[in-house]
């Protein structure tokens, strides 16, 4: 009996410290190395994992491709003027991380007469969407990517343009996968993320799936990429232009 009331014990004073340091846990088990923790309280939105002082959302599963599709899409984030800012060339080869439904693949395609969009994501189930939508639409020059949680899996060089509209905040790795865009990009691509705006209070966006242009110039900062440009043209969003340098040497991880 008297180890059992031990066991009982050090179980009670273990939860206690979970409760009071939720992030004891974290610092336990990571190494020093690990650039993300774990809190064992967390936003119900999130997944518990934190990446410099963020804590990352819980992905849109592919049961949420009417929402992608939504007629009113539109008027409230207006992906058309998206595609205008981009000033994409006609040979351009542009990665669109995060692709969904391909809703903007499939409206940044036809701009690309010589080149192609590389619709990547990490869902089975939506890509087989995006096959579907090449036959109704007759678009040939979007291409398929099955992703992973660390790797896009894109070639080395390869993109003039990778585009992420509302998906970083989501990517449950974003060290490892913004690390294997930069080596995918070719010297001087660019990066765009569009993002709700984390600093506006008023935009009716739960909190984790807004982000801070602060805290993106900070988070691609650490993956060598240079901010150019946040361009604030749309209703509710950031517009965001990083590109990688051009010197080959500079990102060599």
């Not at 242009?213 to 900070?218: D, G, T």
Request: aromatic share 8%; proline share 6%.
């Amino acid at each position: 009996m008297s180890n059992f009331l031990h066991f009982i014990v050090t179980l009670v004073v273990i939860l206690s410290c979970w409760l009071l340091n939720p992030t004891l846990t974290a610092q336990a088990a990571s190494s020093s190395t690990t650039v993300y923790e774990r809190h064992i309280i967390h936003n119900p939105d999130g997944i518990g994992k934190y990446y410099m002082g963020r804590e990352i959302a819980k992905i849109m599963g592919y049961t949420g491709a009417g929402w992608l599709e939504r007629p009113r899409r539109e008027g409230e984030e207006q992906p058309s003027k998206v595609v205008n800012i981009l000033n994409l060339k006609p040979n351009d080869v542009v990665a669109d991380i995060g692709a969904g439904t391909g809703y903007l693949s499939f409206r940044i395609a036809p701009l690309l007469t010589a080149g192609k969009v590389l619709a990547v994501d990490v869902q089975p189930e939506i890509l087989e969407i995006i096959e579907l939508f090449k036959k109704e639409k007759n678009i040939t020059n979007v291409e398929p990517v099955l992703a992973t949680l660390t790797d896009p899996n894109l070639p080395p060089e390869s993109v003039d343009l990778a585009l992420m509209v509302d998906a970083y905040h989501e990517l449950e790795y974003p060290q490892e996968v913004m690390q294997r865009i930069v080596k995918a990009l070719k010297p001087g691509g660019r990066v765009v993320l569009v993002e709700y705006r984390g600093e506006n209070p008023f935009i009716l966006i739960k909190g984790l799936h807004k982000m801070t242009q602060k805290q993106v110039r900070k988070e691609m900062q650490a993956v060598g990429l240079v901010w150019r440009e946040t361009k604030n043209l749309l209703p509710q969003q950031h517009l965001m232009v990083f590109e990688k340098p051009d010197s080959s040497d500079y990102f060599t991880r």
